[in-house]
């Protein structure tokens, strides 16, 4: 049996010299050039397609793209490997001495292959030969480099000078860096220069006493970030801390171009590093007049150029021998023989502060409206109502599950009213929208429940309810009233025959024991705790234009005015175009932080029904409103990383919670919807990428029918159930958006 070969991947770097397409949140390894997969799964393929051997696969990569990492491994057979997650990057010195710790730990003294993951090889099989005809030299103790013959004098690549050759195996005289191009000529006529493939292999201990030569500090700190790390099912993870303390450097520098004896292998194989404009102009499908055109582009009379569209149209008429590389913020124009000097724009870019290097702003985005329309059908009516109309549904105890495990096991949980509310409020709304599972069922064993076990004496609701259906908390609380009454209005309107009655029963109680005496809005309980919200008014201001709807009777329009006068006079702050979250009784803001509280997905809330306020009374000003806590939660609110809107911010606009939950998302989704229908821009691109976000990070990541609700501001999960009072917010802003995609997509 052949020897085993434990292969690392390194997936570290930001590919700067592609930018504007790859950016420090999505690099070029995780980009499509070829149509056939994302390069970082394409070499993961090629290391899996071994013809015989045991391969081992490890990746090296940044944390931060630890998402886009689990997806291109998804389905691939690693034989025992996995990912290793940098907090911060320290360079390939460092990444070469974590492979070689891993073997060490894990395999003992074995071959290492390390490769990048950015590389464009296309024959497989011959590159799996030249590795295996650098075996032999590696097992001797001598580090292994893998170089290919230059066709062109070209000034991207380093090179390798070899001397004497033996079966197929050279000695390297030198490494030399990037050349200019008379001496990159110079090489190419001399023919004893090989360009430098960054492809190495070595035995493991063999790397290690190179790294006691020459880098001992590098060892030893990446020795002690490597013992002090975390392991779950995820992969590896190095703390910071120690991990950050390594020297920053390249194994070229660390290593290869001191240690003695290396040995130089003749790749066998097509390659090209994709470090250019060029290079993919190189190994691009081209048209007749030599270019390689991707995307949206019309191109008149243009030869030999590569010209790319990210998003809108683009044209161009009698461009040679150029690169045209538009996105969504931003365009590169230059000579494809200037393409390489990129970086300079990137280096003056960082330098001024821009972070149109860092961040991508959709990498989802989408033009056409109803892109989504098909998937959002298909996760809604297809995968999701199905599971939470049965799996959700507690048929013993009554009721509905407050939440479910990852298995799609329900979690005995004690249950809110508001969630029994917002489940029947969500089955009505589908059975709106033409659902053909059994919703009025569901409405009635929900509303029976709730009636049967959680009113109070006086004609409330209870605020939460033990497994059995016993009372656990039996305080009157306003939110979860304006919830009741939320669903009780959409259950009128399909159809059930008491929820008018328990509707005008719940109005009843509400004024007499949840509205305070000086008529300033709703109290928190029944019993007047002193510290108000807004967030129960916000989803009070919800149910009564609900009923509104129901009914047709403008007494709710009433109602749902004096909600927006607290709205203009107390929740909103002109000067920050924020809206404060908590108030002392007198609507000042509480003190301490909770003061300078604000929460992005409550903005977005309160845009979609101050326009919806606006549409049913005249009151045309309101939109303007709703534009500006859209405006200041899209400039405030969201982690740049991921997208996603943030927990809490405070008022100047400083992150208070960076967890970024699911139900922000979808309100943000609502909000661009209600905005698109106003006066403004054409947001319809904005929908697209709402909802493609929501699917990236919350639902695609999640078994079917389920989502992720938390994740971190590095975009890991930190959710460890599903709770069903998220599914309101999904099933409003999800069927709200195939309203308006309807015949698209």
């Known amino acids: 049996m052949s020897q085993r070969i434990v292969s690392f991947v390194m997936s570290g770097g930001v590919g700067s010299r592609l930018w504007p397409l790859s950016r420090e949140d999505n690099p070029k390894q995780f980009h499509d050039f070829s149509g056939d997969g994302s390069m970082l799964a394409k070499t993961l393929r090629r290391l899996a397609a071994r013809p015989q051997g045991e391969t081992p696969i490890f990746l090296i990569a940044a944390e931060r793209h630890a998402e886009r990492v689990h997806a291109d491994l998804a389905g691939l057979d690693l034989a025992g490997g996995g990912p290793l997650f940098e907090l911060t990057g320290r360079n390939t010195a460092a990444a070469v001495a974590l492979a070689c710790l891993r073997t060490l730990s894990e395999y003992g003294d074995e071959l290492v292959l390390v490769v990048p993951s950015d590389h464009e090889i296309s024959t497989p099989g011959q590159f799996w030969q030249s590795v295996e005809a650098g075996a032999g030299a590696a097992n001797a103790g001598r580090l292994v480099v893998f170089g290919l013959k230059p066709t062109q004098p070209e000034t991207g690549y380093g090179y390798i000078e070899v001397g004497a050759g033996r079966d197929g195996v050279f000695d390297v005289s030198r490494f030399v860096e ?18 430098n493939t960054g492809i190495f292999l070595f035995r493991a201990g063999a790397m290690r006493d190179a790294f006691a030569a020459y880098e001992p500090k590098i060892w030893r700190a990446t020795e002690a970030a490597y013992k002090a790390a975390t392991s779950d099912l995820s992969g590896l993870y190095m703390p910071l801390e120690l991990y950050s303390a390594i020297p920053s450097t390249s194994i070229d520098y660390a290593i ?39 995307g949206d582009v019309v191109a008149i009379d243009c030869e030999n150029s590569y010209i790319r569209s990210e998003g809108r149209l683009l044209s161009a008429i009698g461009m040679k021998d150029v690169a045209i590389v538009s996105t969504a913020d931003a365009t590169f124009v230059a000579p494809v023989s200037h393409s390489q000097h990129v970086k300079k724009i990137v280096e003056q870019l960082e330098k001024s502060g821009r972070l149109e290097t860092r961040f991508t702003p959709a990498p989802d985005r989408v033009i056409e409206s109803g892109a989504w329309q098909r998937r959002v059908h298909h996760w809604l009516f297809d995968e999701t109502l199905p599971l939470w109309s049965t799996i959700g549904v507690d048929e013993r105890h009554g009721g509905f599950h407050e939440a479910l495990g990852f298995d799609a096991s329900p979690l005995m949980k004690p249950k809110r009213m508001r969630t029994q509310a917002r489940q029947v409020y969500a089955f009505a709304v589908a059975k709106e929208r033409g659902w053909d599972g059994p ?8 509303i029976d429940f709730m009636v049967g076990q959680g009113r109070t004496e006086r004609g409330g609701w209870v605020r939460t309810l033990n497994i059995d259906g016993s009372v656990a908390d039996p305080v009157e609380d306003a939110y979860d009233h304006s919830c009741v009454l939320l669903a009780l209005a ?77 709205f203009r006079s107390h929740f909103f702050d002109a000067e920050s175009w924020a809206l404060g979250e908590y108030f002392d009784e007198g609507w000042k803001p509480a003190a301490g932080e909770k003061g300078t509280w604000t929460e992005p997905g409550h903005h977005f809330e309160w845009a979609s029904l101050l326009v919806d306020f606006a549409a049913r009374s005249g009151q045309g000003e309101l939109p303007a409103f709703a534009r500006k806590l859209y405006a200041s939660a899209i400039a405030n ?31 943000a989704i609502k909000a661009a919807i209600a905005l698109d229908g106003s006066v403004g821009p054409d947001l319809k691109p904005e929908i697209e990428a709402r909802v493609g976000r929501l699917f990236r990070w919350h639902i695609d990541p999640a078994p079917l029918g389920l989502w992720i609700d938390r994740i971190d501001e590095r975009g890991r999960s930190l959710a460890t159930e599903v709770p069903a009072s998220i599914f309101y917010h999904l099933v409003c802003a999800l069927t709200q958006y195939l309203d308006g995609t309807v015949g698209k997509g």
Do not use: C
Not at 265 to 278: E, I, Y
Not at 640 to 651: D, F, K, Q, W
């Open 256 to 294: 290869m171009e001191r240690a003695k004896d290396i040995a130089m292998v003749p790749a066998g194989f097509r390659w090209n590093d994709l470090g250019s404009w060029q290079s993919l102009l190189d190994v691009g499908p081209s048209d007749g007049q030599g270019n390689v055109i991707v």
């Open 439 to 446: 919703a009025d069922r569901l409405i009635a064993h929900g």
């Open 637 to 667: 609110g969201l982690n740049r990383a991921t997208g996603l809107a943030y927990g809490a911010v405070s008022r100047q606009g400083l992150p208070l919670n960076t967890v970024s939950r699911s139900w922000p998302q979808a309100e």
């Open 490 to 566: 959409h259950a009128h309107m399909s159809g059930h025959p008491d929820a008018l009655r328990l509707g005008e029963e719940t109005f009843i109680f509400l004024d007499a024991h949840l509205e305070d005496a000086r008529m300033t809005g709703f109290l928190e309980t029944s019993d007047g705790a002193e510290e108000r919200r807004s967030n129960p008014h916000m989803h009070l201001l919800e149910a009564f234009l609900a009923w509104h709807k129901a009914t047709g009777e403008r007494a709710y329009l009433r109602r749902a005015a004096r909600i927006i006068d607290l």
């Open 178 to 195: 990037k050349p200019d191009l008379a001496t990159a000529q110079a090489y190419l006529d001399t023919g004893g220069f090989y360009w």
